[in-house]
Structure formats: C-alpha cells, structure tokens
C-alpha cells in the first residue's frame, strides 16, 4: 500500500471506489482503529515539515559577508592601527546597526514556510468503524473517511465520493476568483489542478454544502506541502542593486591595494623613508575607501521605503527598493490585482436586444447597447412581463445571497456571481428584498455542478412559477420558447448559442434566465424534477472589472521599457479579454496567444524559454508551473517582478527578483515569501513603486558618484605628492576628517534628492551596468582630476611662502590642502545632483536638506581651524584672508569643468538624436 499512496497517482481520473480499493478502505464505515495506528507509523502524521531555524548567532555573523562591510571593516582596522579610537567606535557602530537590520529581516523571511502551518485545521470529522467522530486533524491518515461542512477547512488532499451542493474557495491555490462546485465524477487525467472539480485539497475553505471524501494525501504528500517544499528549495536571489555593489566593492578593494602599493613601492623607490611610506599608503587606503558608502546606502535605500510607503508599497528587504527600477518583466497575477475582485455584472442579453453597464459603477444602471451617454437609463418595473424583467426577476430570486444596507449605502453578501446579480437588480431600480416579499420562494434547487443550474420556485397571482438560472447551454435544453417583444415564439437554440458565444468570447461569465409553471402542490425542494419547456428570458454576462488607472498604469510601464504578463489561475478567454481590456496584448488581439497549464506540461525548459519571449498572457497555472514562467523568464537574463496573493504563488514570489505580495486579500505565506507588499493590492501602485524604485537607485548612483570621485581627487593629489617627492599632503586623521565627517553630512543628503524628469522614460538599467555609469566613470576622473590639481597648486603655494619656518609651513600647507577639498566638495555636491542637467537650473531649494547639511559642513570645518582641541586633533591651524580668497577661486574650477563636461554631452546626445528625428 505505501507504494500506491507515495506515488503522483491521478486520483481525480478515478471512480470513487476504485480509490477506496487503492487506498484500502470502505466508503461506508471507514477505517478501523488498527488501520489508522499502523498507517500513522507509517506515513507520519498530517503536518508539513518544520525545519529548525538557522542558529541567531549564524543569522548575526552572516550579515558581515556583504563586500560593503568588508570596506567598513578595512576601515575599522585602519583607524585603530592610527589610534582614531573614536572613529573606530563609530564605524564599529554603524556594523552593529546594518547587522541589526539584516537579521531583523533574515529572521522574518524564515517564517514564510511556518505560516504555511496556520493553514492546517486543529480538527477535521471523520468516519472511523462506521461512527461519526472529531479528531486532532494531525492524526489524520491515507484512507480516512472525511466529512465537509460549511466554513471548514479541508483538512487534507481529498478524493471526494459524494456531495450536496458543495461549493469551496481555492483561491489560495489556483487563483480562482469565485468558490468552484465540486462533484463525484472522474475527471480527465491531465486536468490541471483548478479543473479537478472532484478534489478538495489541504487548506481550502468549504463556503457551501457539504460533502464526503477520501484522504489520499496528508502533510507534506498534499499540494500544500508541495508548495511548502519550493520554498524551501527555492534560493533568495541577490538584487540588481547588490549584484552592482558586489563588483563595485570589489574594483574598490582592488583599487585600493593597488593604489597603496604602488605608492608604496614607488615612494621607498624614490628614496623615500619606509616608514613614513607606509603612514602615506595607509593615508591612501584611508583616502580611497569610502567608509560612509554603506551607511548612505542603507539611509538612501530607508528613504525610498518611506517614499514607496507614501504609495501603498512596504518594502520588506531593503536592497528590493531599487529593484523594481531595474524590472524588466512584471509578471502580474489578475483577480484583485488588475481587476477589482469584485464579480459585477457588464452586459445583459434579451431577444429584443442588448444592455450595457453606463460606468465603471455595478450600480450605474443599463443602456441600450450602442446608445450614446446622453441616453436615459432603463427601468424595470418588478411586475412587467417583458423579457428584460424577467431576467432580472430571475436573478433575484433563484440566489441565496442577502441584501445589506451600510450607512445608508447599499450592498449584498454571499457568492459573488449570485452578488453580482442582486447588485445589477438595484441598477435597473428594483429592491431585491421587496421582489422576495412580494414572491416568496416556497421552494428551491440549489446550484451542484452536476445539475450546472439553480431553481427557485415562488408563488405569483396564485401560481407556481419556478425561475431558473444556470449555464446556457443546460438552460437552454430547458426551454420551447423565448420572450419576444412580440410574445412568445418557439426558441431558435442557434440564436441563443451564437449570442451567449459572443458574450463569453468578450470573457465574460453567462448565466441564462428562464421561467416556467410548475404544478401547486410543489412545496418542498423534493418535490422539484428538472424542469422543460419553459421561457428564455435573457442573459446577463459578468466578469470581474479591470481596476481604474491599470490601464494607464501598464502604459507607463510599457513606455518605461518593462513587459507586463498576466498569470493567472482563471479562464483563457476571461483571461484573453482582460488583457485586451488592459492594452497587455493589442487591442484588436482577439485571438492573441493564451497559454494555458495544460500546454505548459507539455513543453520542455528550451520550449518555454522561447514562449515567454511573444506570449503574454498564461492562464490556468499551477505553482509549479508558474515558477517555471519565473525561472524562463530568468534564463532569459530578465529581471522578474511577480505578484500574487494567494498560497499558490509564494513559491514564485520567492523566485522573482522582487516578489510583490498583496497587503489587504494576501494570505500570510505570500507575504512572508515576499520582498514588497501592496497596501491596496493594486497594480497602479507597482508602477508607482517603479519610478520610486528608479529615483532611489539615481540617489545611490549620485552619492557614490561623489563619494568616488571627492576620494578619487584624495588619492590623486596623494599619489603625486608622493612622486614629486613631496611631504605628505594630508595626515590620517585629517583624511578620515574628510571622509567621514564633512562629505558625511552632505552625501546623506544626496539620498533627500526628488526624482529628475523623465526618469520613468528611461528604459530598465541592464544588469550589466555597474552602481556607475561609463560616462559617471569618465567624470571621476576628470573632476578628480581638476580637484587634485587644484589642491596640489594650493598647498605648493602656501608651502613656498616665504617667512615661514618649515614644521609651520608644511602644517599650513596641509590644512590649506584639506580645506580646499573641503570646498571641493561642497561645490562638486552640487555637481553630483544631475548627471545631465546644470546645477543652475536645478532649484537649489527642492532638497533643503543638501542646502543645510553643505553649510554645516562647512561650518563645522570652519570651527575646526579654530578650535583648540580639533586643531590639536587634526593638526591643523587657522587660515588668512588670503589663502581663503584663493581657496574659493580655486574650488569654482570644479563646478566650471563640470558644466562644460555636461553641455558637451547633453550637444553630443542631441546631434545622435537628430539624424532619427528626420
């Protein structure tokens, strides 16, 4: 028997007592005692797997791997070799914060699988020798008989045998939209996991009926673990953005070695005194790490998770911030996120012609199809025999949803088609509630899958009318005649067909309407037959509307250079029509590719890969099969975005490079498996999170640009001190000075920098790419440069001045080196704000925090000279007029190279544009 039940066997595609006889055991009575305790040694009990967490202290001593705190702790152990105690304590510090935060986060990532065990019932009904009996759900065994109630969670994979009416929310695990009816009968062996109407799977909630079935999977055997399984299995992926500062520390780190070498070597070669070679490259590692990059880089990514926050996105891993900048393709699941979640009726059909929904309200009301707006609304009056009354009429009594009235605004609850039909009632001014008064149901046929209809049976003007609502097609079988503004005439069924065919080729949901009478005495649901030869009165056709500004939303994607898929648990041809709807495929796409679960079995990964190169838009996916879209699309060097909601796509969301998770209808295990988290689990809000995403990695890429390039200028002026043979231009300390504490304060506020225009324009930054751009390379340099050759002539100048005796001249000199870096930098800061625009038209005031923290800076530079104790710290002293008037002219050549820098490429990018202007 154990290898009958641990194998994939298709359940689904058996008669219930073929999988009685499989899983040995008897519909009627159950298993009896000795079977469960032999069958639970066995195959364990009906939990998913719970892997012991990783150790703290290995979580702790991980977040010390990234190659940016290998800067910070070079820079840690430089400074105590220097004996700067203090900026060791501080450095020390901000490793114990960045440590903090990621494991803060770590740990929260590790319970996306344990979230999954909330999802397992505490008890499930069971029939064990023949008597009805409630057990701990974990003792559940393979061959247990299980009863389903209303509201309960189905406590295990089961293979239902027999069912009333029963109706149950998967949504979790397929994405579908509404409760699916579930039935007896075998289906076919390839069904995909949504079409198994006859299985009722671990985790997924019974919302009416009930029914009786057989466990033929429990705890990590069940869809459930499987999808527990590819979480766990699945790798967290690095984020573009950490890729970049990857190979970044690491040019950084060779950089520096090389450079202290060199000077090292060059520097003893050139006669040189080892020792003080040695204080001057450690001068130089000091001056080529930029200790604050980490720091800022956490604080500029903070700052775009309050941005993204504003907007209805939490970020949940902070290097995921700039992610969705870097996104190529969104993979986008449909219900709730593109649409609205919310069944609404578009379109009713009658033989006298069709109406339409007035406004994106499911109140709004119906006007004749192809009528312009001015045109008045229809009313319906409860007691016209028309057709369009008569559907209507139909809609609200054959439905077991309720009316409600909240604050004076009205509404309905239950299921959402039979809502949906209540709501589109009030439309037309009808009070459901008062049509029910006014013809009571004395007796009902509940909707089953087998039957694919409802039926309500009421009494009007002493007759028993029974009004009918299900698929066309079975209606239609129903049915001799159809209501005509002429009367009643015999039905033409192709008719009827060719117009509910074009109701669902638009993707929508068709129910028919009809009615008949029935005789007196039927005053109980038994005594209802199915009933013939009654009245068609019409069709209402439903979908779940595309939520307001998607559309435009996916415009701006699409203009940003970012595909946009839908993958979705629904319908094709619902699918199909709501990508039309949104632009994700063309418009006049009426037969734009859809590939569905079904065909993706049967492709292999190469098949695939090429697939998701046209297609967009996949419909009835499984987990797996939708972690295999995310693992194609990434074998195709695309960076993927993917949302979802339900427990089904956590395994996706894991995948993805960002997994965006919804906040308000999310289950906990996506949300635990994701990176961001959608407040109102709307897709406008992801492209809002786009731009964010962008400003926010500009704002990394300004500050390291400034950061580099104010330490490239450092490193150069050192370097040739030395090969002049020169004394040593800055001391340590006076580097460290400059690193951390003046260009600190101004290269945080770089992160305050508002977005430039355009920015979403632009097409997604390749992978490729470093955190620098060619052209920002190729101004580190020149503007290094510029402001080594600047600071070089200064300290030259004042070193030369004559009526000094040496040991002052040389303090002087290199306290007018490191002042003039200081204004260096405090002008250059405003260079780094664009890399294209001038700094005179940008609004000086649009980031006070720049404004401020650059005066500060120099403020606080400026009491240094002055102050007793920072000039004993530093080894500095104070400056004449003077030297300052030069120190200000020299520092403009800064800005002077810059701008002509940008005017030439912003000529350059122009005349490149022109020829494929005309």
């Given at each position: 028997?154990?290898?009958?039940?641990?194998?994939?066997?298709?359940?689904?595609?058996?008669?219930?007592?073929?999988v009685?006889?499989?899983?040995?055991?008897?519909?009627?009575?159950?298993?009896?005692?000795?079977?469960?305790a032999?069958?639970?040694?066995?195959?364990g009990?009906?939990?998913?797997?719970?892997?012991?967490?990783?150790?703290?202290l290995?979580?702790?001593?991980?977040?010390?791997?990234?190659?940016?705190?290998?800067?910070?702790?070079?820079?840690?152990v430089?400074?105590?070799?220097?004996?700067?105690?203090?900026?060791?304590?501080?450095?020390?510090?901000?490793l114990v914060?960045?440590?903090?935060?990621?494991?803060?986060?770590?740990?929260?990532?590790?319970?996306?699988?344990?979230?999954?065990?909330?999802?397992?019932?505490?008890?499930?009904?069971?029939?064990?020798?023949?008597?009805?009996?409630?057990?701990?759900?974990?003792?559940?065994?393979?061959?247990?008989?299980?009863?389903?109630?209303?509201?309960?969670?189905?406590?295990?994979?089961?293979?239902?045998?027999?069912?009333?009416?029963?109706?149950?929310?998967?949504?979790?695990?397929?994405?579908?939209?509404?409760?699916?009816?579930?039935?007896?009968?075998?289906?076919?062996a390839?069904?995909?996991?949504?079409?198994?109407?006859?299985?009722?799977?671990?985790?997924a909630?019974?919302?009416?009926?009930?029914?009786?079935?057989?466990?033929?999977?429990?705890?990590?055997?069940?869809?459930?673990?499987?999808?527990?399984?590819?979480?766990?299995?699945?790798?967290?992926?690095?984020?573009?953005?950490?890729?970049?500062?990857?190979?970044?520390?690491h040019?950084?780190?060779?950089?520096?070695?090389?450079s202290?070498?060199?000077?090292?070597v060059s520097?003893?070669?050139?006669?040189?005194?080892?020792?003080?070679?040695?204080?001057?490259?450690?001068?130089?590692?000091?001056?080529?790490?930029?200790?604050?990059?980490?720091?800022?880089?956490?604080?500029?990514?903070?700052?775009?998770?309050?941005?993204?926050?504003?907007?209805?996105?939490?970020?949940?891993?902070?290097?995921?911030?700039?992610?969705?900048?870097?996104?190529?393709?969104?993979?986008?699941?449909?219900?709730?996120?593109?649409?609205?979640?919310?069944?609404?009726?578009?379109?009713?059909?009658?033989?006298?012609?069709?109406?339409?929904?007035?406004?994106?309200?499911?109140?709004?009301?119906?006007?004749?199809?192809?009528?312009?707006?001015?045109?008045?609304?229809?009313?319906?009056?409860?007691?016209?025999?028309?057709?369009?009354?008569?559907?209507?009429?139909?809609?609200?009594?054959?439905?077991?949803?309720?009316?409600?009235?909240?604050?004076?605004?009205?509404?309905?609850?239950?299921?959402?088609?039979?809502?949906?039909?209540?709501?589109?009632?009030?439309?037309?001014?009808?009070?459901?509630?008062?049509?029910?008064?006014r013809?009571?149901?004395?007796?009902?046929?509940?909707?089953?899958s087998?039957?694919?209809?409802?039926?309500?049976?009421?009494?009007?003007?002493?007759?028993?009318?029974?009004?009918?609502?299900?698929?066309?097609?079975?209606?239609?079988?129903?049915?001799?005649?159809?209501?005509?503004p002429?009367?009643?005439?015999?039905?033409?069924?192709?008719?009827?067909?060719?117009?509910?065919?074009?109701?669902?080729?638009?993707?929508?949901?068709?129910?028919?309407?009809?009615?008949?009478?029935?005789?007196?005495?039927?005053?109980?649901?038994?005594?209802?037959?199915?009933?013939?030869?009654?009245?068609?009165?019409?069709?209402?056709?439903?979908?779940?509307?595309?939520?307001?500004?998607?559309?435009?939303?996916?415009?701006?994607?699409?203009?940003?250079?970012?595909?946009?898929?839908?993958?979705?648990?629904?319908?094709?041809?619902?699918?199909?029509?709501?990508?039309?709807?949104?632009?994700?495929?063309?418009?006049?796409?009426?037969?734009?590719?859809?590939?569905?679960?079904?065909?993706?079995?049967?492709?292999d990964?190469?098949?695939?890969?090429?697939?998701?190169?046209?297609?967009?838009?996949?419909?009835?996916?499984?987990?797996?099969?939708?972690?295999?879209?995310?693992?194609?699309?990434?074998?195709?060097?695309?960076?993927?975005?993917?949302?979802?909601?339900?427990?089904?796509?956590?395994?996706?969301?894991?995948?993805?490079?960002?997994?965006?998770?919804?906040?308000?209808?999310?289950?906990?295990?996506?949300?635990?498996?994701?990176?961001?988290?959608?407040?109102?689990?709307?897709?406008v809000?992801?492209?809002?999170?786009?731009?964010?995403?962008?400003?926010?990695?500009?704002?990394?890429?300004?500050?390291?640009?400034?950061?580099?390039?104010?330490?490239?200028?450092?490193?150069?002026?050192?370097?040739?001190?030395?090969?002049?043979?020169?004394?040593?231009?800055?001391?340590?300390?006076?580097?460290?000075?400059?690193?951390?504490?003046?260009k600190?304060?101004?290269?945080?506020?770089?992160?305050?920098?508002?977005?430039?225009?355009?920015?979403?324009?632009?097409?997604?930054?390749?992978?490729?790419?470093?955190?620098?751009?060619?052209?920002?390379?190729?101004?580190?340099?020149?503007?290094?440069?510029?402001?080594?050759?600047?600071?070089?002539?200064?300290?030259?100048?004042?070193?030369?001045?004559?009526?000094?005796?040496?040991?002052?001249?040389?303090?002087?000199?290199?306290?007018?080196?490191?002042?003039?870096?200081?204004?260096?930098?405090?002008?250059?800061?405003?260079?780094?704000?664009?890399?294209?625009?001038?700094?005179f038209?940008?609004?000086?005031?649009?980031?006070?925090?720049?404004?401020?923290?650059?005066?500060?800076?120099?403020?606080?530079?400026?009491?240094?000279?002055?102050?007793?104790?920072?000039?004993f710290?530093?080894?500095?002293?104070?400056?004449?007029?003077?030297?300052?008037?030069?120190?200000?002219?020299?520092?403009?050549?800064?800005?002077?190279?810059?701008?002509?820098?940008?005017?030439?490429?912003?000529?350059?990018?122009?005349?490149?544009?022109?020829?494929?202007?005309?």
């Amino acid at each position: 028997m154990t290898e009958q039940l641990t194998e994939q066997l298709s359940w689904h595609a058996a008669e219930p007592e073929e999988v009685a006889a499989r899983v040995g055991t008897d519909l009627e009575r159950g298993l009896a005692d000795d079977d469960v305790a032999e069958r639970l040694a066995e195959h364990g009990r009906n939990e998913l797997a719970d892997d012991p967490p990783t150790p703290p202290l290995v979580v702790f001593l991980r977040q010390f791997t990234s190659p940016l705190i290998y800067i910070l702790l070079a820079a840690a152990v430089v400074t105590i070799l220097l004996q700067e105690y203090l900026d060791s304590a501080v450095i020390a510090a901000v490793l114990v914060l960045n440590a903090a935060i990621g494991f803060t986060q770590e740990r929260k990532a590790e319970s996306a699988v344990r979230s999954l065990m909330s999802l397992v019932v505490p008890h499930a009904r069971v029939v064990r020798d023949g008597s009805e009996e409630e057990i701990d759900s974990r003792d559940l065994v393979p061959g247990d008989v299980v009863l389903l109630d209303p509201g309960s969670r189905v406590p295990a994979d089961v293979r239902l045998v027999s069912t009333i009416s029963l109706r149950v929310d998967e949504s979790l695990l397929t994405g579908e939209s509404v409760p699916v009816g579930k039935h007896a009968r075998p289906v076919d062996a390839h069904a995909s996991l949504a079409d198994r109407a006859n299985m009722a799977y671990s985790g997924a909630v019974v919302t009416s009926g009930r029914g009786r079935g057989v466990v033929v999977a429990t705890g990590d055997a069940t869809q459930l673990g499987a999808i527990a399984g590819m979480i766990r299995t699945e790798e967290d992926l690095e984020t573009p953005l950490q890729q970049r500062m990857t190979r970044f520390a690491h040019l950084v780190g060779a950089f520096v070695g090389a450079s202290s070498l060199i000077v090292f070597v060059s520097g003893v070669a050139l006669g040189g005194d080892v020792q003080e070679m040695f204080l001057t490259a450690v001068a130089l590692a000091v001056a080529a790490i930029p200790e604050g990059l980490p720091v800022v880089f956490t604080i500029t990514l903070a700052i775009g998770v309050r941005r993204m926050a504003r907007r209805n996105a939490i970020i949940r891993r902070l290097p995921a911030v700039e992610t969705l900048g870097s996104t190529t393709v969104i993979g986008s699941d449909k219900t709730g996120t593109l649409t609205e979640n919310r069944m609404t009726v578009r379109t009713i059909w009658t033989h006298a012609g069709r109406f339409e929904l007035a406004g994106s309200d499911p109140q709004a009301g119906f006007r004749p199809l192809g009528d312009s707006g001015d045109s008045e609304l229809v009313t319906v009056e409860p007691g016209a025999d028309d057709g369009l009354a008569r559907t209507i009429i139909a809609g609200i009594l054959a439905n077991e949803a309720v009316t409600t009235s909240v604050n004076g605004e009205r509404g309905a609850i239950g299921d959402p088609t039979e809502v949906a039909l209540l709501i589109a009632a009030m439309g037309v001014g009808i009070d459901p509630g008062a049509v029910r008064e006014r013809w009571p149901v004395v007796a009902e046929i509940p909707f089953e899958s087998e039957r694919r209809y409802a039926a309500a049976v009421s009494e009007i003007d002493g007759e028993h009318q029974i009004f009918v609502k299900g698929a066309p097609e079975r209606v239609l079988a129903m049915c001799s005649h159809v209501a005509t503004p002429e009367g009643l005439v015999e039905i033409d069924p192709d008719v009827v067909r060719r117009a509910a065919h074009e109701l669902a080729a638009e993707g929508l949901r068709v129910l028919a309407m009809a009615s008949g009478t029935v005789p007196p005495d039927v005053v109980d649901s038994d005594d209802i037959d199915d009933p013939d030869g009654l009245v068609l009165h019409g069709m209402q056709g439903m979908l779940d509307p595309p939520r307001e500004g998607v559309r435009e939303s996916i415009a701006t994607c699409s203009r940003a250079g970012i595909a946009v898929m839908m993958i979705t648990g629904d319908h094709a041809v619902t699918a199909r029509a709501i990508a039309r709807d949104l632009g994700i495929v063309a418009d006049d796409a009426d037969d734009a590719e859809v590939l569905t679960g079904a065909d993706l079995d049967d492709m292999d990964d190469d098949a695939l890969r090429e697939a998701v190169r046209r297609v967009r838009v996949f419909a009835r996916v499984a987990p797996e099969e939708k972690l295999r879209i995310v693992h194609a699309l990434r074998d195709n060097d695309h960076v993927v975005a993917v949302t979802g909601d339900g427990v089904n796509d956590a395994p996706a969301l894991k995948a993805a490079a960002i997994g965006i998770a919804m906040g308000k209808d999310g289950t906990d295990v996506a949300r635990e498996a994701s990176d961001m988290v959608l407040t109102d689990d709307n897709f406008v809000s992801i492209a809002a999170a786009v731009e964010e995403g962008r400003i926010t990695f500009e704002n990394v890429r300004k500050v390291t640009f400034f950061l580099v390039s104010t330490g490239a200028a450092s490193i150069f002026a050192i370097a040739a001190a030395v090969w002049l043979q020169w004394p040593l231009l800055m001391l340590p300390a006076q580097l460290l000075w400059l690193n951390l504490v003046t260009k600190g304060l101004q290269d945080v506020s770089l992160a305050f920098e508002p977005g430039e225009e355009g920015v979403v324009d632009q097409p997604p930054r390749s992978i490729d790419e470093g955190v620098l751009s060619r052209r920002l390379w190729e101004r580190t340099l020149s503007s290094g440069l510029v402001m080594a050759i600047g600071t070089l002539v200064l300290f030259r100048w004042q070193l030369d001045r004559p009526g000094m005796d040496p040991d002052t001249a040389l303090v002087l000199a290199q306290t007018t080196a490191l002042t003039t870096m200081v204004v260096f930098g405090a002008l250059h800061v405003g260079n780094s704000r664009s890399e294209t625009r001038s700094l005179f038209r940008l609004d000086p005031l649009s980031n006070p925090f720049l404004l401020g923290a650059t005066g500060l800076a120099l403020s606080i530079h400026v009491l240094a000279l002055y102050l007793p104790p920072t000039q004993f710290v530093l080894r500095v002293e104070p400056l004449d007029l003077a030297t300052w008037v030069r120190i200000l002219l020299v520092a403009t050549t800064i800005v002077v190279a810059m701008e002509i820098d940008k005017a030439i490429r912003r000529l350059r990018n122009s005349t490149d544009v022109a020829p494929h202007a005309q």
